[in-house]
Structures are given as structure tokens and as C-alpha cells.
């Protein structure tokens, strides 16, 4: 698989047009009902290569894409939701420098 | 009259060639669409997702709902800003201040124009939707315009039908006309032969009985002598003679 290339799983003829929202390998239990005694496991199941990990982030912004950018009447959400999450990663970004400008010595 | 009955059989026809070809080309539509065709899923396009205070995702607040209630999420949100601000992990510096007026700004001005723009926009969006469908909408107008005149002829050719069985019992009428009166006329010159006949046979009779009578008579007449006809006239005139008497 090279750079531009569909994933590996996706079979135009049994998955239909491509929807890059969507994971085409085999589908593990969701995360979120994963019980704690099976996370270790669940963990260790992932693919964690890099080509992996930007699929997982590539799929995500699309997701985030077509819930709240790409309907047909989308409102000013996505905007907010740059707006304020420039904002948390700038803060994070900046953190060693504003930590200079704390108020207090103790707390 | 023969070339309407051409075209109604060669339509029969055509009705049946399009139904084997219809039958055709489902079977070929079945054959193309087997088993992937019917697992595919085509993805649509979604409905805005929704969110409070204008970005944040409703889901979210529904995850505290089965262990918190309602008031769950403005809780943990007021709990988790008061320990930020309080143990500075989050510093209140000049940045902050000038955040709180640009968010104060951002707010009124969503508030004041959002509702304007989203209005303007949703109409663009609208007519832009109308416009890419506006040819589809039209084709099919039309499209249904031609199958509605398609009907109609079929409707009107089905008067035809009529037409030609009106037109076979007009022929049938007229054939049955000619038929009886030429019936009439064989009837008649039947009669005339035999009506000549028996006059022609009377004639014959007619005279043959006259000659036989002159035959007769004239015979007679020659069988009288003189004689005869002297004692004849001299009876007639005792005759007479005794009748003047009485």
C-alpha cells in the first residue's frame, strides 16, 4: 500500500463507494465496552504503526467532517470547534511560557 | 381497413417482444446484482450533529445522564474550571482577560447576526440544491408529459377497435342488404319465367279451344243442307204463326 492508495481491506465491489469515515478491517469490540480486565488485551490487539495511527486520525477528521462540516445545513459548530480547540492546543503549546505569569506561589 | 388489422396484430406483437425484453433485461439485472450488491451500504449524507451553547457535541451531555442526571455535566464542568483556576493550572493572565471580551464579542455577534446569515445562507444553499435538480425535474416532467400522451394514444387506438368493429358491422349490414335483394330479384325473375309460363300455357289452351270450337261449328254448318235449313225456316214460321195465335 503506497501513499494515495485505498487500505488494503476496501473491495469496491463488496463495500460500495469509498467512505473514508470508515474502518475497513475487522471490527474489534468498541472501546467503550471494553471491560477494564480486557483493556491489556484490547491494547495489545491495536496496530500501533504509524500508518495505523494517521488511518485512526485520518478517520476521526473525517467523521468529525461529516457529522458537523459536511451536512447540508451545518452550522457555526466546526468554526467553534476550531476556534476553542486552537485554543486548548495553543494554550498547551504555550504552557512553558505562561506559567511564568502565575499569581500565586502556593496553592 | 386491412391495414388497421395489420397494425393492431403487429401491436400485439410489439406488446409481447417488450415484454420478453423487459424479462430479459431483469434477468440480467438479477444476474449483475448477486450477493455483493445487496450487503453494500451507500453512505449518506448525515444531519448536523447537534450540540449546546453552539459547539459542544450533545453526546457528551448524554454520557453523564445514566450516572449523574441532568445537572451532571454543568457540575463536572464548573468542579473541573474551579480546580483549574484554583491550583493555576489554567493562569488568569492578560491573555484571559482579552479572551472573555473577544468571547463576549463573538457571542452577541452570533446571537445578533447568526440567525440573519443562517437565514441568507440556508436560501443559497436551497436555490443551489434547486438549481442542480431543476433539469432532473424538468426531465421527468417531461418524461411523465410523454408517457401520459403515450396513454392517451393507447386510449385512442383503442377507439380505433371500436371504430373498425362499427365499420365490420356496417359492411356486415350492407353484404346482408345486397344479399336479400338480390334474393328479392332471383325471386322475382323466377316468377316472371313462371308467370310467363302459365300464361303462355292458358294462351294455348285459349286458342286451341277456339279453333276446336270454329272446327266444330264450321262442320256443323257444312253437315246443314238446304233441305234441312228450308224445313228449318218453314218450322220457324209455324212457329211464329202459332205464337201470333196465342
Not at chain 1, 50 to 75: E, F, L, N, T
Not at chain 2, 200 to 207: D, L, M, Q, V
Request: one cysteine or more; aromatic letters at 12%.
Amino acid at each position: 500500500m503506497a501513499f494515495g492508495d485505498y487500505p488494503a481491506e476496501y473491495n469496491p465491489s463488496v463495500h460500495g463507494p469509498y467512505d473514508p469515515a470508515r474502518y475497513y478491517g475487522k471490527a474489534d469490540t468498541p472501546l467503550a465496552q471494553v471491560k477494564l480486565s480486557e483493556l491489556g488485551a484490547w491494547i495489545g490487539r491495536r496496530n500501533k504503526g504509524p500508518q495505523a495511527i494517521a488511518g485512526a486520525i485520518s478517520r476521526a477528521y473525517w467523521r468529525w467532517q461529516h457529522k458537523y462540516v459536511q451536512p447540508k445545513k451545518a452550522g457555526i459548530a466546526p468554526f467553534l470547534h476550531v476556534v476553542f480547540g486552537g485554543m486548548g492546543l495553543f494554550y498547551i503549546m504555550n504552557y512553558g511560557k505562561l506559567s511564568h505569569h502565575k499569581n500565586y506561589k502556593y496553592h | 381497413m386491412l391495414s388497421r388489422a395489420a397494425a393492431l396484430s403487429s401491436q400485439s406483437t410489439k406488446t409481447l417482444v417488450a415484454l420478453a425484453r423487459a424479462t430479459a433485461t431483469s434477468a440480467a439485472n438479477n444476474a449483475a446484482a448477486s450477493s455483493p450488491d445487496t450487503s453494500i451500504v451507500r453512505p449518506v449524507r448525515q444531519e448536523p450533529g447537534k450540540v449546546r451553547h453552539g459547539f459542544i457535541p450533545e453526546e457528551w451531555f448524554q454520557a453523564f445522564y445514566n450516572k449523574t442526571g441532568v445537572t451532571g455535566p454543568y457540575t463536572f464542568l464548573f468542579t473541573l474550571s474551579t480546580y483549574l483556576v484554583s491550583k493555576e493550572v489554567y493562569i488568569l493572565e492578560h491573555e484571559y482577560y482579552s479572551g472573555l471580551s473577544l468571547a463576549i464579542m463573538w457571542i452577541a455577534g452570533i446571537k445578533i447576526l447568526g440567525p440573519k446569515l443562517a437565514n441568507v445562507l440556508d436560501k443559497q444553499v436551497d436555490n443551489i440544491e434547486k438549481e442542480w435538480n431543476e433539469g432532473r425535474v424538468q426531465e421527468k416532467a417531461s418524461l411523465e408529459g410523454s408517457i401520459a400522451d403515450e396513454e392517451k394514444a393507447q386510449w385512442s387506438f383503442e377507439g380505433q377497435n371500436f371504430l373498425i368493429a362499427a365499420k365490420r358491422e356496417n359492411v356486415a349490414l350492407q353484404l346482408e342488404a345486397s344479399y336479400r335483394e338480390r334474393l328479392a330479384l332471383a325471386y322475382q325473375a323466377v316468377k316472371n319465367r313462371l308467370d310467363y309460363q302459365l300464361e303462355k300455357a292458358n294462351a294455348e289452351r285459349r286458342i286451341s279451344q277456339r279453333n276446336l270450337v270454329e272446327f266444330v261449328v264450321a262442320r256443323v254448318k257444312a253437315s246443314i243442307t238446304p233441305d234441312q235449313e228450308k224445313q228449318n225456316i218453314n218450322k220457324c214460321i209455324a212457329d211464329l204463326a202459332l205464337l201470333a195465335k196465342a
